[in-house]
């Protein structure tokens, strides 16, 4: 199998997120690095490159000389897809761009700061044709694609309720005031957007709660807080929510509560049973039937459904994690890209990720929890 | 040491919770059962009184003839206290009546139907000098009461958040129509009073929360919902929270999430650590420090405070549960009362236990809870 | 029901064990306590008979004046059993002289000091035909009861391998020489007996192992180890055991693991099979079916067997502990007395309680320890 | 950084750890596969190679003709180091061949067939200077290099006890009849060698131990079983273990204990602490310290150590797992490549790898078990 090829824009030198993508798609030897412009500063970009070893002239100080290179390169060398790492703010300008050039994207999310730039990306793509996923990484866990599967061919009846949570305590303190780069950007309304643990965490509980079970916002009631002084964007949120369904639902996502790793978990009551995931137990998924006791599922057992086996590459009791869902997110991606370039529609169980409507999704229930938390009304609508 | 006696009102055969009350007063001994009114059906009061040994002249038809006799009867084989555990309804009357005549009483939890109810007990109980405990049995846990001192003593700085829960599935169905006697008086209006799972968990979980972190409400935020078709009161409850100091949180109750025993849980994040605690594994507190790797503090090690130390029997990994906690509140009771009966003024680490204004606090939450419920403005304050 | 009375040998101030038995049997309002020979120095005996509500004339200084006094007192007052809670020295001649006297014996474990001490109790029960039940009090846990049944029923097949462990850390330090008492006459030869760990914790794995089995050594080889200086006995063990059936296993008991509390537990392996179950989690009991998923059975769930059942006193999720499986081995003593009492047959899943045969089989186990560990040859057989 | 190249013996088509291998070196774009001998079949030598993006001229049937080919190439694009992931019984031709060569070699374990093939090994690695490492990948484990540290620098004491176990199940039915072909070779006493499941898995929990506490074994006692109808090898063994500091233990490695996933798991008793540690949930460690509560260490934490630290990507919450130690094992490796490429001594921390001598010693403890299983002697001593 050909390895697909593609450039990075960010994720240079002192990035965090841009080297997990790197090594994401490098494990499974499907996918190569071959142009970048790994950083806004040109000096850190070329010196990211070398490191990288990127060839020098396909390593850019800036993204629009990537862009420019690419759409002069002969073909056999041009990349399949870029891959837009950024702090928030470069998301919608540089996904814009290569998309409108008929480049496929993936890019973080966030997606993009408002409704509108999604809407213009939504435009842009559907004239282009581009592949856009969103690393949602969380969806790529194997188990949660068992729990997506489960609810979908109703193994807990109708759903009723779902708790989300996304606990973190890296910020309890006033880091950013230290200098720490992923916590400096982060904090910043001019590079995180409208909200901040809400836009960097909450975003991947709504994402997760609704990639599982399928369920529609109706509407919602946000309190959000900054608890640290001299912080600009909400560190806590916690917001009740309603589904078109009648389910209901309470979303947490806070960066001050102490001890908390990255402990994003999922609980969904429906009619007949329940599940639950944790994120920092991501070979498990429990299931609660309502006439039998609890059961243990692990990935890689033979009781598995399709989707989940798709997205295994080891066999029970050999744990799989973090870099291996983001990695089935991009397998997602080039599975797709390559079905395109094959001429063939894809096969939607490889073809397994985050969409672009996903991440359009996300940006809206960023502005609604800021709108909702700004407001002395209940419920904020999803209808208007 | 010389055994208290007392007289129990409701509790008889085919209850659940009286038989739970009775082995917790039998368990260390220095409690006994002398006397009671133990159904509200006569004949089956006096069956139940058979049953327990309680000689015929003291097992009562009806609870107004029981009070009556306790007053004819002579010094000597007069009960201390009285226990209280019939459907909610009867708390009041039966509570106001035994207090009226200056017995010491403990009633279950909900205490009454309204905070006017709990406001007339509070005057009762304030001219008789009854001693007035009100079975919120989880803080008789000693990790709670570590919990608790651990928060008064700053062991993990000013509490910010609090997550409380109460996860139950076992109305999942509508068990009620099964004639099933639990499930039968507590979806009833007229017996469980104005909230069915906020009135009957989400109030322990109030009280856990309020009790470890010594905060007040300032305002909530409620969604109640009726799932299971047919029931009149709520089986579900989500409430965001927000107390007096600035702290945030969120307080979960539900009886339709199918697998949950018994899941009350707390989570209470502060500026410098984090506790967690779980009602099912009630033996261990878990203790974030802002500094350090997790702790595990369990029940009996000799690092814990004192209040811990005196609710605790058994060494450490010998279990103690449900009953054990039970037991503690009414041996916080017994110590206050032989304190009386002394002259002396009690222990305060001895006399330990959720007092009158616990419950009148607890009543008055189920009422914002129900109006908050109902009202389309997003907080209900507790100000007013 | 009309309460039976009991005596106590052993269990006065200082004791630990006697006091966790006074509770277990007060816990159901069953059994009473009416006499009693507290301790082996009258005085202590005297005041700890005070401390506890015993009338004068029933506390003895001396156990042989309790069992005269016994068997001269009139019927309606006479005690209907004993509990012997001495150390382990004291079991042989106390047991014996009330088991020959026609009285009912519960004696803790291990039994005796040697096996003829056992064969010689043995044959005056029989003769007496005296209730005799062991305090191998882990077995009354309802979980317990649950996986001997689902062993029994086939449930996991034929069992292949069993590993049980009791992992406790109180002893990684000279503590004796602090003047502990329970440090103090666990490791005393004369008082404990011919092994330390062994016969202290050893023993329970033993019977936990064979009781949930019913599975019969053959043979062992044993490593038996004293770890802290200046002490007498074993405080560690590792022990291969292979049993009748061609099952294999291993036993591990040991005081010197530090931080391990009271860590008794249990994995079972069968062809079609696992159980496993921890004494410090005692309400679940891990079933992994070879053709499915992990299940967690929890006490009280309604997919439990009837023995199981009858162990039980709370629903799911209301957690029961160490109190209660001791309560439970007592209930089945009564329950068998009461039979006999009433000249008719017990039903054997009420008359449920470890026997003397347990008792003798327990003394043996560490007699062939002790022997094994002593040996060079690798298997010590069972059948001499 | 130059990227090293590699060339990988055996791992083709339908083999499962060679894969593992290839994602682990993929991952962190350090290292690229670029010639081999995948499979001792030809043909699927050759369409593995053409799957993996191998040159068709650096793809070979035979890995003499790798050996030959890699001897005549070019300096520029010679290999930089084989990996062996044959059947065991290839492990010793091949690696003596290339190590012979002077190519540096990365082998599998369990290392050869005899004692006499690891010191034949020994003797030509000494002249020819190769580096030489074996996948133990388990030390790879950032947790357990934390542990190997915490033991090293006294944080427990003087390690008095040892229980290590490898719990697996899929081997409970007759599965190599099935043409399963892991099941297949590995109880092929001719490919896999003297012992089953001592040699496939309990070799790594003999390496796990030994790496973690530096102790050496005086001597064993094993009790080895085939619970399998018509199995040649063990399925199931059970060790006694005596280390030469008067240290005890237990080994256990099981293949039939159903239900079981890949439970490799590490229990090391100090005079001052103990440590725990299942792969399974690889990311933390559990530390009770004799004076304080249980701490739990998770991977990423400020308050690890050195070599903790070089073997984490991610931070705490964002668990690693199997692949991640793995790769950590080549990349040490690697790094003493790299420092003999450029004159230089190589750092220990970076240099951190299971060495040849772990190889022969794993070697040698699978004899003296398979010696200690045929014996009727009670220890097999490792002195002579």
Redesign the interface.
Known sequence: ???LRYAMVGGGQGA?IG??H??AM????QIE?VAGALSSDPERARASGR???LREDRSHGRWQDLLADELRGNDDERIDFVSIVTPNHMHFPVARAFAEAGIHVVCDKPLVHSSEEAAELMRVVQRSGSVFGVTYNYTGYPMVREARDMVSRGA?GAV??V?VEYN???L??HLEASGQKQADWRTDPARSGLAGAIGDIGSHAENLATTVTGLELESI?A?L?I?VPGRRLDD?G?V?L?FTNGA???L?A?Q????????LRL?V??????LEWH?????RLL????D???????R??P?LGEAARRAT????????????AFANVYLGVAAHIRAIQAGRAADPLDADYPRLEDGARGVRFIEKVVQSAA?????TSFED
Chains 1, 2, 3, 4 share one sequence.
């Open positions: 199998m050909k390895k965090f080297a997990v790197r090594k490098a494990l499974d030897g690095l490191e990288l070893g807990i009723r309720k708790i973190q305590g890296w309890a303190t009631c309190d807080t608890f806590d916690n009740l309603r209901k639902g309470v947490i806070s001050i509560e102490v001890g908390c790793e990255n402990d609980r009551f429906g009619t007949t049973g329940t994120q920092e137990e991501p070979n299931h609660a039937p309502i039998g006791p609890l059961r243990v599922l692990t890689g057992s009781w590459r080891l066999p029970t009791g050999h744990p799989e994690a973090f870099i291996e407001s002395t009304a209940k419920w």
